[in-house]
């Protein structure tokens, strides 16, 4: 297995995409490191799922979006296992906000959980990987960051995950070739949140994939596995979106 004994920390990491990708890397043998701002519950039982499996794993919850907690998220993780060798920030999240009304309050909040806490993390994990030759940096973008979709509710997130995916292709040139560092930007993704969305909703969500149906997280992870794997690829944004950003 090409990633056994990696030490990768996956932000954001308590439930949908980051759980599967927790898991999916623990069965390739890397150690996980599991982490969350506030589900520490649903960060602690993946956890327990990797262990009984017979994975490694450790748990560090930790809010990404301040500096001093993300560059203990790093430490910590030096420190129990020696060094880091994949960094995936997975932490986000989606508010809706009319755009006619919306706060400046709303966007810092949207680019603080979507944008800066893919900057600090990166800014403590690239120490390491330049200090030990190398490493990978792997960010989770999204589609809305890609297509101007117009949706008056998720400007904030558009610009946050278009923002991530600019910081990904500057910082691919800049720590080339030592640090490669790429993105994956998902579709709609089948995650608990959207069970509270109204069905009528939903279906016209679905139907803007050619796929016709929502994309698993497990689907997600797989992506971030290739490119964890794959030692030609930096500045690319791979995109997973069952054929949403098709014309």
Known sequence: MRLKDKV??????????GE??????????????????????????????????????????ADVSNPKQAKTLIDKTVKKYGTLDILINNAGGYESANFLTASKDHYLKIFDNNLFGTINCSQYAAKIMLAKGGGKILNTASVYGLEHTGDPGGMAYSIAKAAVISLTKNLAKLWSPKILVNAVAPGYVHIRQFNSIPKKVQKEMIAEMRLRRWIEPAEIAEAFLLLAKNDAITGEVLVVDAGFTLK
């Open 8 to 17: 990768v920390v996956i932000t954001g990491s308590s439930s949908g995409i």
């Open 20 to 61: 599967a990708t927790a898991y999916a890397f623990a069965k390739e043998g890397a150690k996980v490191v599991v982490n969350s701002k506030s589900n520490i519950s649903g960060g602690k039982k993946v956890l327990e799922k990797i262990k009984k499996e017979g994975g490694e794993a450790i748990y560090i919850q």
